[in-house]
């Protein structure tokens, strides 16, 4: 069972959440890892919950439209400001959990990105239920949420993580709204940094030192390796979840 952390969880804010997505351009080879795992499963027109900085949306560029939304007003136009000669891109400063949201179906997205952001939404099911809502019957969601709630420390509470999922439980979570989930775990050796950062340094933002380290010399080892076999855990999970084609 998950713990409720509601009233003690602060709202991270704008200058945290943008000094994080600096720290993480760093990680090019850990964006280039997710977007290996998501290319085989992705469409078209895509609509990207928690856009952020642009961080994962430079490998999107060559799709024929990318909606991306952010709670956070500033992530929005540097996400814009990032790539000035795109015309293919929409961005909106926008809850995925607001009715609002909704109003996207218009772009006729056939696929949407969600990754390591449902975490940050308090009402996690209601924000499914709109990604669900939006695709076409045949679409997918594709998600990476944190694993093992045992892990969940204080990068997690400052970053404003309501919650790290079990794969259990997030499979009957997605399945309740009416998805058809297939998911697995998703970076093997991270489980022990975040685990280090969280029980051992007590650490309260990940350090550029780290990331680099992680991206030149961990990514490049753990993406081959878990391209062949699926690990038997991980710090994340990475879901693919498929909206049923209409029954004729």
């Known amino acids: 069972m998950l713990l409720d952390r509601s009233a003690a969880l602060p709202k991270a804010s704008a200058e945290y959440t943008l000094r994080d997505q600096e720290r993480m351009r760093l990680a090019r080879n850990y964006f280039q890892w ?14 990207e919950v928690g856009c952020g900085l642009g961080n994962f949306t430079r490998y999107l560029l060559n799709r024929e439209l990318v909606v991306g939304i952010d709670v956070e007003p500033e992530c929005v136009d540097s996400w814009k400001a990032s790539f000035p000669g795109a015309t293919n891109l929409a961005g909106f400063a926008l809850d995925v959990a607001d009715n609002a949201f909704l109003d996207l179906k218009k772009y006729a997205p056939d696929s949407v990105v969600c990754l390591n952001v449902l975490e940050h939404i ?13 695709l076409p019957p045949g679409g997918r969601a594709l998600l990476i949420v944190p694993a093992f709630e045992s892990l969940y420390g204080p990068i997690d509470w400052s970053l404003g ?21 297939v998911i697995r775990y998703f970076n093997m050796a991270g489980w022990l940094g975040w685990w280090l950062n969280a029980r051992v340094f007590k650490k309260t933002e990940q350090s550029a030192s780290q990331i680099r380290l992680f991206d030149a010399v961990v990514v490049p080892l753990m993406s081959r390796l878990e391209a062949v076999a699926s690990p038997p855990f991980g710090q994340s999970l990475f879901a693919v979840l498929e909206k049923p084609a209409a029954q004729t």
Do not use: N, T, W
């Open 34 to 47: 997710q977007a290996s795992m998501v290319e085989p499963y992705i469409g078209r027109r895509v609509l």
């Open 161 to 181: 993580h309501f919650r790290r999922y079990s794969k259990e439980q997030f499979r009957r979570l997605c399945e309740s709204i009416g998805f058809r989930p």
């Open 122 to 134: 308090k009402d996690d099911g209601r924000a499914l239920e709109h990604m669900y809502a939006v």
